[in-house]
């Protein structure tokens, strides 16, 4: 076997072990962190679950309960394994989190892990359960919104690499530039030289209007006033170029109209979006609603790891700009109702309606 694979196979099986280790002593530390999917009983389980332990030969670990129920396991209705994680885990990562808000310079996962009285593997469990996403993950979407704050007052480029962290000229570019979808001094003048094309076209729900920024797709609007479109997108990107499309562009919004009017599988464009990384997960989860199917905002905070976050998926919705392709209007409330949308709950009940008869 070559040395890299035997090294990968070293790891999976400690992990393995580690886990084994947490179901025999029943840790509850490490609740939430991963459940147990027993396939003799076809149920999962936390780590802590007083039922009679299982033989191991039977055991199957996931890192979520979406993956244990994905792989046909049902809850454990002794352990309840999708209630919110422990309290004294969440609130060591609210801690953590407040710390890499604070810091000038991301804390270390060893640092933080210390902190909370954990070892890194264990913490960096923790936090994924707790939040969605890894502590790095976290820290680099903090230092992301500093990049954009910064770059929103008066100081320099120059000024706000070290303001946000950076300790170098050639990361802070490099970050900045896949956060903000251009260059920082071009954020900063409101997407000055920057071409964005646009072009609207007719279709059942009235107009749709798409706009694309080199990188991809940034907008995809629906509306009835293509002045009004214009208005909007201008209102988004101040100082950018605006476009008028060429033939090439026109065939990619033939193709969002194709979609509107024939919904199927999931319509693959280049995208250029932007937001926090809690607004990407959300906006992931909702591309992974199969066309005809809609998803409560407590199902969709359940499915991204963070069942309190209600509020805050209906936010994440209601602040996406590309309609259709990130699909927010398969998004209802829990008893399977409209809520609201930003082109509108006439456009939102009609998407819905063609997608069930395309199913």
């Known amino acids: 076997m070559p040395p890299a694979a035997s090294k990968t196979r070293s790891r999976a099986l400690s992990a393995y072990d580690r886990r084994w280790a947490a179901v025999l002593a029943r840790d509850k530390s490490f609740d939430g962190t991963f459940v ?39 809850p454990c209705k002794r352990c309840t394994p999708k209630a919110a994680p422990q309290d004294a885990n969440a609130a060591k990562v609210v801690d953590a989190c407040r710390q890499i808000e604070a810091a000038e310079t991301s804390p270390t996962l060893e640092e933080l892990a210390q902190g909370a009285g954990m070892s890194p593997y264990h913490f960096h469990r923790v936090f994924k359960a707790v939040t969605g996403v890894t502590p790095k993950a976290y820290a680099v979407a903090q230092r992301n ?22 300790n170098s000229s050639g990361r802070f570019y490099a970050a900045a530039a896949q956060s903000l979808g251009m260059k920082p001094s071009q954020f900063r003048a409101g997407g000055a030289n920057t071409d964005i094309r646009y072009a609207a076209a007719a279709c059942s729900l009235g107009l749709v209007m798409v706009a694309a920024s080199p990188k991809g797709v940034c907008s995809i609007m629906l509306g009835d006033d293509e002045d009004a479109l214009i208005r909007e997108l201008r209102d988004r990107f101040p100082k950018a170029r605006l476009r008028v499309g060429d033939r090439q562009f026109a065939a990619l919004v033939a193709k969002v109209v194709d ?61 996406n700009k590309i309609a259709v392709v990130i699909p927010c209007h398969r998004a209802v409330r829990s008893d399977g109702t409209l809520s609201g949308y930003r082109w509108g709950t006439a456009r939102k009940r009609a998407l819905l309606e063609r997608e069930k008869r395309k199913r």
């Open 145 to 166: 919104k500093r990049v954009r704050e910064v770059l929103k007052g008066d100081k320099s480029v120059t000024e706000a690499i070290y303001a946000s962290g950076f």
């Open 36 to 74: 147990l999917g027993v396939v003799s009983t076809g149920i999962y389980c936390r780590p802590s679950c007083p039922a009679r332990k299982p033989l191991r030969k039977n055991v199957r670990f996931y890192a979520t309960c979406a993956e244990a129920e994905a792989a046909g396991f049902r």
């Open 259 to 319: 979609y509107i009017e024939a919904p199927h599988g999931r319509l693959d464009l280049p995208l250029d979006v932007r937001g926090t990384a809690f607004q990407h997960r959300v906006w992931m989860a909702l591309r992974a609603i199969p066309v005809g199917k809609t998803a409560s905002y407590a199902e969709i905070a359940q499915r991204i790891g963070q069942p309190d976050a209600v509020r805050a998926v209906a936010g994440a919705c209601a602040a």
